[in-house]
């Protein structure tokens, strides 16, 4: 199995811009996970799903943030418009049962927002 | 609001030392606690611990939780310049929900030669 995948590995864009982020889940997973990593705040869950429904977004900072999973094998975070305090590295991670299992980490998208 | 507190911040050992990593938790209805290996890119799951007092080994790392006291530590023996990395913990809340990680800050490791 190839693991999460996630595009692009780096973003760099103006502020102002939308941002797109993507991740396939290991296939057979079907709770997807986005976090954000920065120095300051270590690792921040934004948002789950189950099942391709969102279960929490309570992490999700602003309303400049959004999520989606259309699909098993597919989801999406976007910022718009992006800002310069989200610059961060962005992880998908999978798991392949709703509670109890360890989470499986995409590489992640280093988000630079100037 | 769950909580993960990871000590020391950082480290740096010489290789050869042995370290231990702490970390302290408060959460919901713990069910597990994890420890990941992140180096320069993905977080890797290194172990899950469950249970009070049963120690988890993989080679040279090994791993115990104390539910009582809220806090597991991680070993590792005889270090290498390859254990270099950031060790993070986090824990599982037992509700009825998804694997709702919450992590530390984690500990920066860097073993020297």
């Known amino acids: 199995d190839a693991g999460v995948i996630q595009s692009p590995r780096h973003e760099v864009t103006e502020m102002g811009q939308e941002v797109t982020l993507r991740c396939k889940p290991i296939?057979?997973?079907?709770?997807l996970f986005w976090y954000r990593q920065t120095m300051m705040r270590g690792l921040e869950l934004l948002i789950y799903f189950n099942n391709n429904v969102p279960i929490d977004d309570s992490g999700m900072p602003e309303d400049r943030f959004s999520a989606k999973m259309p699909n098993a094998s597919f989801s999406t975070l976007k910022i718009q418009p992006s800002e310069p305090r989200d610059s961060a590295v962005y992880f998908c991670?999978?798991?392949?049962?709703?509670?109890?299992?360890?989470?499986?980490f995409g590489q992640g998208t280093r988000l630079t927002v100037v | 609001e769950d909580k993960v507190v990871q000590s020391p911040l950082s480290l740096v050992v010489h290789e050869g030392d042995t370290v231990t990593l702490n970390c302290s938790y408060e959460v919901t209805n713990f069910r597990s606690l994890l420890w990941y290996k992140q180096e320069k890119k993905a977080p890797t799951f290194l172990f899950m611990l469950?249970?009070?007092?049963i120690e988890k080994k993989s080679g040279r790392l090994s791993s115990i939780l104390d539910k009582k006291e809220l806090f597991s530590i991680l070993n590792i023996t005889a270090t290498q310049t390859g254990d270099s990395a950031v060790y993070l913990c986090?824990?599982?809340?037992?509700?009825?929900?998804?694997?709702?990680?919450?992590f530390g800050t984690g500990t920066r490791l860097q073993v020297t030669l």
């Open positions: 986090a824990v599982v809340p037992g509700t009825g929900t998804a694997s709702k990680l919450t």
């Open positions: 469950t249970s009070s007092g």
């Open positions: 296939s057979g997973h079907n709770s």
């Open positions: 991670a999978s798991t392949p049962t709703l509670v109890g299992t360890e989470a499986f």
